[in-house]
């Protein structure tokens, strides 16, 4: 075909998408996710001719004009595939459930979703991202947060430093985030301080959720929590203030949180998931690399095993009794 391929990562094109996978993933709540595809009726649209690429980005606190960006990408990718492309914007619920509902190809979600993508459709998840404030590079770290002030120090191992939280204050990050709870409670699990998520407040003397990184350190900051569990790179801009991060200090860190990256839906055929991903990989060259680090502050991408760079995730909610 000669004819200019047209991309369709425009606005109407993301409400017609994301108006059909909401009014699931939104209006069903958490149980529109768990249902599943009857089989046949995925093995017919498997078979189905592939006429155009679908990807959801993620939406994230610290990304703005997410959409335009994105879809600037998409046209990107359009010309690498050789096919339109469809870049939209999404919630991780939302994105889980349009590729489970074969409404969507691709998604840039974090390691969580990626984990519920592989249980629902049987996505892999193919690329992760590289940033500069992930302490390991495609991977980060965990942290329990206090004051510059706290009596609270590190100890000779990670037990004798977490036991003293016993009868603290706690804010996480909320009880789905990854590092700001999962992670921790994994670790509090695996050094066998608690036995559980139901059993922290036997533990802790208060525990407290907030709405995202910056809420939970800003209750340690204003004196309502002793510790707080985030990222590493929440405490730097935007989350707080570079003064506000001059007030706090990392008590201890949980290393191998995986980053967020690219998730293949498997109906995808092997050819074309290959270009797709060596699409991806030219969002790594000086000609594009701008505009894919104003996405998500992204360095690169890399590729990866999904098992191996997923499998921390996997032990720590297995540890914290949780599913994906």
Do not use: C, W
């Given at each position: 075909m000669n004819t200019k391929l047209k991309v369709l990562a425009g606005a109407s094109a993301g409400l017609l998408l994301l108006g059909g996978l909401t009014a699931n993933a939104v209006g069903l709540g958490?149980?529109?996710i768990a249902q599943t595809t009857p089989k046949g009726d995925r093995d017919l649209r498997a078979q189905a001719p592939i006429n155009r690429i679908r990807i959801v980005f993620a939406n994230r606190r610290d990304a703005t004009d997410l959409q335009n960006k994105a879809t600037q990408v998409g046209q990107i990718l359009s010309k690498e595939i050789g096919?339109?492309?469809?870049?939209?914007i999404g919630d991780e619920t939302a994105a889980v459930e349009a590729l489970r509902a074969d409404r969507?190809?691709?998604?840039?979600?974090?390691?969580?979703?990626?984990?519920?993508?592989?249980?629902?459709?049987?996505?892999?998840?193919?690329?992760?991202?590289?940033?500069?404030?992930?302490?390991?590079?495609?991977t980060y770290d965990s942290v329990f947060v206090v004051r510059q002030d706290s009596p609270l120090r590190p100890k000779g191992s990670p037990k004798q430093t977490l036991e003293q939280l016993k009868g603290k204050k706690m804010a996480f990050t909320s009880r789905t985030s990854g590092s700001g709870f999962i992670f921790p409670v994994g670790e509090l699990v695996g050094q066998g301080l608690v036995s559980g998520p139901d059993?922290?407040?036997?533990?802790?003397?208060?525990v407290t959720y907030g709405d995202g990184y910056s809420s939970a350190l800003q209750a340690v900051l204003k004196g309502q929590a002793e510790v707080a569990a985030v990222s590493e790179y929440a405490l730097l801009p935007p989350w707080i203030t570079a003064a506000e991060g001059k007030q706090l200090r990392v008590l201890q860190q949980v290393s191998g949180v995986p980053a967020h990256g690219i998730v293949i839906d498997d109906r995808i055929p092997a050819p074309m998931r290959?270009?797709?991903?060596?699409?991806?990989?030219?969002?790594?060259?000086p000609a594009n690399n701008q505009?894919?680090?104003?996405?998500?502050?992204?360095?690169?991408?890399?590729?990866?095993?999904?098992?191996r760079h997923?499998?921390?995730?996997?032990?720590?909610?297995q540890r914290a009794k949780l599913e994906p």
């Open positions: 958490q149980r529109a096919m339109p492309v469809e870049a939209v969507a190809d691709v998604a840039f979600v974090a390691g969580r979703a990626a984990l519920k993508a592989e249980q629902l459709a049987k996505a892999q998840m193919y690329l992760a991202e590289v940033r500069s404030d992930y302490s390991g590079g495609n059993r922290l407040e036997s533990f802790f003397g208060n290959e270009k797709v991903i060596n699409a991806f990989m030219k969002m790594n060259e505009l894919f680090r104003s996405l998500y502050n992204s360095q690169r991408l890399v590729k990866v095993d999904h098992t997923l499998a921390t995730l996997r032990q720590a909610l």
